[in-house]
């Protein structure tokens, strides 16, 4: 089992940055593909994007392509999202999630989830 805790969030202007991170602490961090979402007011959880096991390999949803990062680095049990050019549009709760496999898109795929972290993106 692993827990997760999401920080880094707060209010931005558009087109600012901002980088969230996500502790794990618990067994087998290492093992883990990671993912990002998010959760705006009214509506579904939102896939950002994953990252494989190693960190060897990412995969984004187009909404954030080219704007979002993420990195993880199994020795200190962290992954990152970076976000630049932000929009009001990004305003949501963001949450990190762990599970196991090679592509993890869906919610249903993750089995472990952060409490999440309010970005406030202000025209």
């Known amino acids: 089992q692993v827990q997760l805790v999401e920080s880094g969030g707060g209010l931005v202007q558009a087109g600012g940055s901002l980088r969230l991170s996500c502790a794990a602490s618990g067994r087998d961090f290492r093992s883990y593909a990671m993912g990002w979402f998010r959760q705006a007011p009214g509506k579904e959880r939102e896939f950002l994007g994953g990252i494989s096991w190693s960190g060897g390999n990412t995969y984004y949803a187009d909404s954030v392509k080219g704007r979002f990062t993420i990195s993880k680095n199994n020795a200190k049990s962290t992954v990152d999202l970076q976000m630049n050019s932000l929009k009001p549009e990004d305003t949501a709760v963001y949450y990190c999630?762990?599970?196991?496999?090679?592509?993890?898109?869906?919610?249903?795929?993750?089995?472990?989830w952060g409490q999440g972290t309010q970005v406030t993106v202000s025209s």
């Open positions: 999630a762990a599970g196991w496999g090679i592509i993890l898109r869906t919610t249903v795929e993750y089995n472990y």
